[in-house]
Nanobody, 122 residues
Framework: QVQLVESGGGLVQAGGSLRLSCAAS????????MGWYRQAPGKQRELVTS???????NYADSVKGRFTISRDNAKNAVYLQMNSLKPEDTAVYYC????????????????WGQGTQVTVSS
């Protein structure tokens, strides 16, 4: 069993910063790509940013230059530093990870966190 637990969401004024954290736990053999998605009310979930096992990163155009993803492989964790936040960044943010579990027949699956609310006031 694998779990992803997020933390760090909250309410912030426009122009402010927040740092989201996500830690994976359970029968983990290896973690490949990790990422952050977000879903605003009435909209589809969208990819914000991702990071590969070799730390190559990818960002949505809307957050380039403002958000930074990083990971700590020793802690099975991924982070999202969000600066210069805008009201349009308001959404539930979800952590996502591509994980291979421990076992003779290790299974590679995509796991999701429960989501953390980020609200940016104008």
């Amino acid at each position: 069993q694998v779990q992803l637990v997020e933390s760090g969401g909250g309410l912030v004024q426009a122009g402010g910063s927040l740092r989201l954290s996500c830690a994976a736990s359970g029968r983990i053999f290896s973690i490949n790509a990790m990422g952050w998605y977000r879903q605003a009310p009435g909209k589809q979930r969208e990819l914000v940013t991702s990071i590969t096992g070799s730390s190559s990163t990818n960002y949505a155009d809307s957050v380039k230059g403002r958000f930074t993803i990083s990971r700590d492989n020793a802690k099975n964790a991924v982070y999202l530093q969000m600066n210069s936040l805008k009201p349009e960044d308001t959404a539930v943010y979800y952590c996502n990870a591509d994980i291979t579990t421990v076992g003779v027949l290790g299974v590679r699956s995509t796991y999701w966190g429960q989501g953390t609310q980020v609200t940016v006031s104008s």
